[in-house]
């Protein structure tokens, strides 16, 4: 028997709750992973609270990310004992996911853990600081430098803004920190940000071409906020999209994009192939200071992660939730 949070109804009316199930209930997979962590991310919340519509099949045990140690595996890549974890990849969606002691899962979904990350910190990390690592390779494959120029953040003190503040700036970036909670403006700079934007100034509208001044972006939140950055992001500059803590909708014109040459780069976690998903990893355990990460992250247990969930989307949780699945 194990404990998960199960979403049990249908798309119209559903409940979660934290259930004892059966191991015999867990659907067909490759390999038994018996989970130590988990991470609450901005998509777990929306599944939990029935705010969004994330899962697309029922019962479904919720969890988008997980980590722990392998139980069991048919497949030659991975044996009994193994550290894995997996984000992503239709976990928490279509395939029973990580917010349980145990997941079955096929073993295209997991990695294993890379050298310098510990389980726990790959929670840390999990979807949020990914998505991270994914727009900040987008940016750089679209030719970012450091010394490029101002580099800005929005939803900073979200998991995915502290991640991109404190990847972005150990990599040598300035960065500009976008935030409605100026409380945590100290927070902010000690992960890196060389400057605070306040989030009501991006939220106003402006000209299709304001002044030029990100030579990069990575936005989480969404429309008149991404509009606003579209519009003053420099000459050959880009902005990672990758979030909508704002709103989905985005309205501006084609100036930025054929005046002055400025890209929209999409990035998806969930879907990233193996091999990105790897490069991503790799850099991850290099590169992100394990000091910051700290900072970044609390720990909550299982059973308090219905009420973790309203207060993330109710914008008030700073950095990162791990889920300590068996305490
Ligand atoms: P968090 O809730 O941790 O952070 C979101 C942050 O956005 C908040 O901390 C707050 O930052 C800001 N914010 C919240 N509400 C509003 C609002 N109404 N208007 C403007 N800003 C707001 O979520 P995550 O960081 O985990 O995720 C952020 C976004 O990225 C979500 O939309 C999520 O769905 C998306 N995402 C996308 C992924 C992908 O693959 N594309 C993967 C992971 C996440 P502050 O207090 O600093 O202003």
């Known amino acids: 028997m194990f404990n998960a949070l199960i979403a049990e109804g249908t798309n119209d009316h559903y409940s979660v709750s934290l259930k004892e199930l059966r191991l015999d209930s867990l659907p067909d997979g490759q390999v038994l992973v018996k989970n130590l962590y988990s991470s609450l991310n901005y998509k777990d919340a929306l599944a939990l609270t029935g705010r969004g519509k994330i899962i697309r099949k029922f019962p479904m045990v919720c969890g988008t990310d997980l980590a722990g140690r392998v139980m069991e595996s048919n497949s030659p890549e991975f044996r009994a004992g193994d550290e894995v974890f997996a984000i992503g990849q239709g976990l928490g969606e279509t395939r029973w996911g990580g917010l349980s002691q145990r997941t079955r899962v096929p073993a295209e979904s997991l990695l294993h853990l890379p050298e310098g990350l510990s389980l726990k910190q790959s929670m840390a990390i999990g979807t949020a600081g990914f998505t991270a690592m994914l727009s900040l390779m987008a940016l750089e494959h679209n030719g970012l430098k450091p010394g490029t120029g101002e580099v800005l953040v929005t939803g900073a003190a979200g998991g995915v803004g502290s991640l991109a503040v404190a990847l972005l700036s150990d990599r040598g970036y300035k960065i500009v920190a976008s935030t409605g909670r100026p409380d945590l403006t100290p927070y902010l700079l000690r992960l890196g940000a060389a400057a605070i934007i306040e989030r009501a100034e991006l939220e106003q509208k402006t000209p299709p071409l304001a002044s030029e001044r990100w030579a990069g972006a990575i936005d989480t939140v969404g429309g008149q906020t991404l509009a606003s950055v579209i519009a003053a992001t420099a000459a050959y500059g880009a902005v990672a999209v990758c979030g909508l803590a704002g709103g989905p909708n985005l ?58 969930s309203e207060l993330l989307l109710a914008g008030k949780i700073r950095g990162r939730v791990v889920v300590d699945v068996n305490s």
């Open 251 to 308: 309205a501006t014109t084609v100036f930025p994009f054929i005046l002055r040459n400025v890209s929209l780069l999409g990035i998806n976690s969930t879907i990233a192939p193996k091999l990105i998903r790897i490069q991503a990893w790799d850099r991850l355990a290099r590169e992100l200071s394990a000091d910051k990460l700290e900072m970044i992250t609390s720990v909550a247990p299982l059973s308090q992660i219905m009420p973790q």
